[in-house]
């Protein structure tokens, strides 16, 4: 069981990237689907979360709201953040995580962590 995650690379500030984060080996649907950020020497931050199956409910974090819009295609296993209007203070290590339920979008309500995809806006 894996997440492989895809989509990152370096822009230029009010660009746009989507990540894609595919679910190997079990249904992402069935999850929590969290994409969080780390830099280093700060704390891992909750982005933007999505709840499992027919559960709608999304959690962004304030400083990405109507920026970044989380997302997730069924069929295919995968989860999708679109990145708009990127920032200068938007770079970092993106990963997709897993999780039980929804509660607050926190590092420590998932489990199950991909990699990490590095995103960098630069002029």
């Known amino acids: 069981d894996q997440f492989v995650e895809s989509g990152g690379g370096q822009v230029q500030p009010g660009g746009s990237l989507r990540l894609s984060c595919e679910a190997q080996?079990?249904?992402?649907?069935?999850?929590?689907i969290g994409w969080f950020r780390q830099v280093p020497g700060k704390e891992r931050e909750g982005v933007a979360c999505?709840?499992?199956?027919?559960?709608?409910?999304?959690v962004y974090a304030d400083s990405v709201k109507g920026r970044f819009t989380i997302s997730k295609v069924k069929h295919r296993n995968e989860a999708y953040l679109q990145m708009d209007n990127l920032q200068t203070e938007d770079t970092a290590v993106y990963l997709c995580?897993?999780?039980?339920?929804?509660?607050?979008?926190?590092?420590?309500?998932?489990?199950?962590w991909g990699q990490g995809t590095q995103v960098t806006v630069s002029a």
């Open positions: 995580a897993a999780g039980a339920f929804l509660k607050d979008c926190l590092p420590a309500e998932f489990g199950y």
């Open positions: 080996g079990f249904i992402l649907d069935y999850y929590t």
């Open positions: 999505i709840a499992s199956e027919n559960d709608g409910r999304t």
